[in-house]
């Protein structure tokens, strides 16, 4: 008995083992670049701004204070309202647009009157002690500081800072003795500020910045009708320079 049906060869099977195995590939590739595509499509894509995204700047002040009334020395630093030089530098970082927030520092020698009444120091309290007179002391602060205005061109300017301020190294101007409180002290400091800028370019910008400020002193030993805010008022010129670049997703 003949027979006509025929097998195919090994030769032949492996080649449709390859071709499906090739089209499977091919499958799997396809559904891979097609995820890969869409996660792709899916990130935010990276957008890369001019705006600096540090800024530094260097300034000086002339500002006026009342003074301070000291409960716990029974004493008084008269600051005359006299004008007098404070030095300033700040390091912000952008947050948005001509926004930023950062620290500022400032310094300032002031000549003062400090007179004391009759009351002895309280234990823990030292220094030398006068009925009236001239004097001088350091005025440093430190604060958190938020400023908005950039740009080229005049621009506005607004400022808000909030920290303390230091009375050190109250010393008597004929012999240089420490008057007390030896140590010094420390008080909480508030401001505000508004004002205008002339940006040169979109990274250095010269401002000029009314500011007003409040310094509370403790009560402690004060009677009740003795004012314990020392009143702050500046006149701020400043060098403002941007450095870096910033980036965010869209």
């Given at each position: 008995?003949?027979?006509?049906?025929?097998?195919?060869?090994?030769?032949?099977?492996?080649?449709?083992?390859?071709?499906?195995?090739?089209?499977?590939?091919?499958?799997?590739?396809?559904?891979?670049?097609?995820?890969?595509?869409?996660?792709?499509?899916?990130?935010?894509?990276?957008?890369?701004?001019?705006?600096?995204?540090?800024?530094?700047?260097?300034?000086?002040?002339?500002?006026t204070a009342n003074g301070v009334n000291d409960g716990r020395t029974d004493s008084e630093w008269n600051f005359?309202?006299?004008?007098?030089?404070?030095?300033?530098?700040?390091?912000?970082?952008?947050?948005?647009?001509?926004?930023?927030?950062?620290?500022?520092?400032?310094?300032?020698?002031?000549?003062?009157?400090?007179?004391?009444?009759?009351?002895?120091?309280?234990?823990?309290?030292?220094?030398?002690?006068?009925?009236?007179?001239?004097?001088?002391?350091?005025?440093?602060?430190?604060?958190?500081?938020?400023?908005?205005?950039?740009?080229?061109?005049?621009?506005?300017?607004?400022?808000?800072?909030?920290?303390?301020?230091?009375?050190?190294?109250?010393?008597?101007?004929?012999?240089?003795?420490?008057?007390?409180?030896?140590?010094?002290?420390?008080?909480?400091?508030?401001?505000?500020?508004?004002?205008?800028?002339?940006?040169?370019?979109?990274?250095?910008?010269?401002?000029?910045?009314?500011?007003?400020?409040i310094a509370i002193h403790e009560r402690s030993g004060l009677a009740n009708g003795t004012s314990n805010t020392?009143?702050?008022?500046?006149?701020?010129?400043?060098?403002?320079?941007?450095?870096?670049?910033?980036?965010?997703?869209?």
């Amino acid at each position: 008995m003949s027979h006509d049906q025929s097998y195919p060869t090994p030769r032949a099977n492996r080649k449709t083992n390859w071709s499906k195995m090739m089209r499977r590939f091919s499958l799997a590739l396809l559904m891979v670049m097609l995820c890969a595509g869409s996660l792709s499509a899916q990130r935010r894509p990276r957008v890369y701004s001019n705006d600096p995204s540090v800024w530094a700047s260097a300034s000086i002040a002339g500002f006026t204070a009342n003074g301070v009334n000291d409960g716990r020395t029974d004493s008084e630093w008269n600051f005359g309202n006299s004008t007098n030089w404070q030095y300033r530098g700040s390091l912000e970082k952008t947050i948005s647009g001509g926004n930023s927030f950062g620290i500022a520092g400032s310094y300032a020698h002031i000549p003062v009157v400090y007179s004391n009444g009759s009351l002895p120091l309280p234990s823990g309290i030292t220094g030398t002690r006068c009925g009236n007179c001239d004097a001088h002391l350091d005025m440093t602060t430190l604060v958190a500081t938020f400023h908005a205005g950039s740009g080229y061109g005049f621009h506005q300017v607004l400022e808000f800072s909030g920290g303390i301020v230091s009375y050190l190294n109250i010393k008597r101007d004929s012999d240089g003795a420490k008057l007390a409180p030896s140590g010094g002290n420390i008080d909480p400091l508030f401001a505000a500020g508004y004002g205008i800028g002339f940006g040169l370019n979109d990274r250095t910008a010269f401002e000029f910045v009314p500011e007003w400020s409040i310094a509370i002193h403790e009560r402690s030993g004060l009677a009740n009708g003795t004012s314990n805010t020392n009143r702050l008022n500046a006149l701020r010129v400043s060098l403002r320079m941007g450095f870096g670049g910033r980036s965010y997703g869209r």
